[in-house]
């Protein structure tokens, strides 16, 4: 199947704490990614949450998520977002996720209300 969505940080964390919306994201996975940043930080946020390292990539390995590493593309378009990140305090874990769906026409799937919607980006809020 054809990947038509990239998963921000958000979304990921919200199928492993069984979140509202996590049976979105859930229902999508076949057709889903993610950018090597946002694993870092869903990796980070379930060691901190007690998860050995060995545990935390295990658990996120069995769900198959195709990983898109990060090319100077990502970078120049994270930069180019910087201004919009700056007025709706934006990370730049989440500027990463929206330059790589620019990059590969994606959906961004994510729990983010602040995303601006005039960033070029398909944006789908999964709550």
């Known amino acids: 199947m054809r990947i038509k ?15 509202t919306g ?13 950018n ?9 946020k379930a060691i901190k949450k007690g998860l050995s390292p060995d545990d935390a990539r295990e658990y996120v390995s069995r ?3 195709p990983v898109l590493p990060l090319t100077q593309a990502e970078a120049d378009g994270s930069a ?5 990140a700056w007025q709706k305090g934006i990370s730049l874990g989440d500027r990463l996720c929206l330059a790589t769906c620019l990059t590969h026409n994606l959906i961004a ?12 980006v398909s944006i789908q809020r999964i709550r």
């Open 63 to 65: 769900l198959k998520i």
């Open 5 to 19: 969505y990239l998963l921000d940080a958000s979304a990921l964390l919200a199928v492993l704490r069984g979140e």
């Open 80 to 84: 180019n977002l910087a201004p919009l």
């Open 36 to 44: 090597a940043v946002n694993l870092a930080e869903v990796l980070t």
């Open 109 to 120: 799937l994510t729990t983010e209300s602040r995303w601006p919607d005039d960033a070029g």
């Open 22 to 34: 996590a049976d979105v994201v859930t229902d999508l996975l076949p057709e889903c990614a993610i």
